[in-house]
Structure formats: structure tokens, C-alpha cells
């Protein structure tokens, strides 16, 4: 996401936590999970689907990475209006994509943009806050600048292990901590400590790549 709506996010987390709609904190201690509802899709898309996040999400480069075969399928958590759904259905493999989303609105904006570019292999999700709900195992699973909102995650990854085929992987893009760009600060992760919330829920590291100039990109077994 580009500076422009990160201090739309940063004011609309403001005014959701003025409203009482997240659960306080402690001053110094770390939330959760960072709590905001995208539920104007055509808006966000204008910023979740502008041409200038290539520059900095690379995803041909990420998709190659994932080294998805002819026949997989992948879980897109947290895919809100299709960036990657719509990048991986179009990839060589054409996997089965699961555009996996919390947020009603973004499952219907992603069922019609599927629709309307005629990608069949999109099959659009509506998530809960503790589970995917994904139809059958699948092969790989990403979530890409979603993990942070994910509430009690070591419950939620021992639960999505059992909607991943044996040895499926689990890929991981977030913001890194102290960096610029994406949510406060409060709500980014080093390696260390995603891999440590990974490892409780019955995963390992497999692989780490360093391309991203952004965000950290690990991804486990």
C-alpha cells in the first residue's frame, strides 16, 4: 500500500479505537491484532490494485518464488480485491485459487472480478475471524499484509493445518518492523517473532527470501 493510504488507515484505526470497536491496550504492550473492516471494495481497490505497488510487491517475482505446480491449489488469506487472486489464476500453473476474505463486500467485489475476467479457477471464500474455511486441503496457503489483523493466531494456525495437504506450505508477507510503510509499528512483527508464533502452531521455516524492499517473506512447512 503507498503512504497516501496507510495515513488513511492510520486515522481510520483511530477512530475505530475511539468508537470502541477494538479492545484497548495497556500503554507499551502489543495488541492482539490490528482490528479495521474494508467494507467499500471499489475504494480500496484504488489503492490495493494501483499499478505503483508493482514496484514494491513484486509479485511476478513472489508468485515465481511460490513455485506452484500445474494440478495445486492456493489459499489467498486476506486477498481483498483480487491483487494476488487474480495474478495467480493468470500465472502458467493456474492453480485453483481460494480468494479467502473476512469482509462480505470484498467476496462479492472478488466473485465479480472474477467473473468479469473469466477466471473460473477463483473461487471466492467468506472467512470467520478463527478459521478459513476453506472447502478441502490445499497445497499452499498465503497471506500477504494480512497477518497482523489476525486475532489469537496461534488457535487460528493450528486450525488452518488441517486444511493444508501433508507437506503444505504456509507463505508469510508482512511489513517489517521499524521500517516505513504499512501499519503502525505496534502491529509489525520481526522474523524472530512470526517465526516463533509459527513454530507453537506446529510449523517450520523452510525458507526466508530478502527481495521485498517493504516486507519480510518467510515460508513454512
Not at 500465472?91 to 477466471?119: F, H, N, Q, W
Not at 504456509?170 to 520481526?190: M, Q
Amino acid at each position: 500500500m503507498n503512504a497516501n493510504l496507510w495515513a488513511a488507515v492510520t486515522i481510520a484505526v483511530a477512530s475505530i479505537a475511539a468508537a470502541g470497536q477494538a479492545p484497548p491496550h495497556a500503554p507499551g504492550t502489543r495488541p492482539d491484532h490490528m482490528e479495521l473492516h474494508f467494507t467499500k471494495p471499489e475504494e480500496w481497490a484504488k489503492e490495493f490494485d494501483d499499478p505503483s505497488r508493482d514496484a514494491w510487491q513484486m509479485p511476478q517475482r513472489v508468485i515465481e518464488a511460490l513455485d506452484i505446480k500445474r494440478g495445486q491449489s492456493i489459499a489467498d488469506i486476506g486477498a481483498g480485491t483480487g491483487y494476488f487472486s487474480v495474478r495467480l489464476a493468470k500465472s502458467p500453473a493456474a492453480p485453483t485459487v481460494y480468494a479467502v476474505d473476512i469482509e462480505p463486500a470484498m467476496v462479492e467485489y472478488l466473485r465479480k472480478r472474477a467473473a468479469g475476467e473469466g477466471l473460473a479457477n477463483i473461487v471466492p471464500i467468506q472467512a470467520d475471524a478463527d478459521r478459513a474455511n476453506l472447502p478441502q486441503p490445499v497445497d499452499v496457503v498465503m497471506i500477504v499484509n494480512t497477518y497482523h489483523h489476525i486475532g489469537k493466531r496461534e488457535a487460528y494456525f493450528r486450525e488452518l493445518r488441517k486444511s493444508m495437504t501433508t507437506g503444505g506450505r504456509l507463505a508469510v508477507i508482512d511489513f517489517r518492523k521499524g521500517h516505513p510503510g504499512g501499519p503502525p509499528d505496534e502491529f509489525k512483527f520481526t522474523p524472530a517473532e512470526l517465526r516463533g508464533e509459527l513454530a507453537r502452531a506446529g510449523f517450520e521455516l523452510v525458507r526466508e527470501y530478502d527481495f521485498l524492499p517493504r516486507q519480510m517473506f518467510l515460508v513454512f512447512r
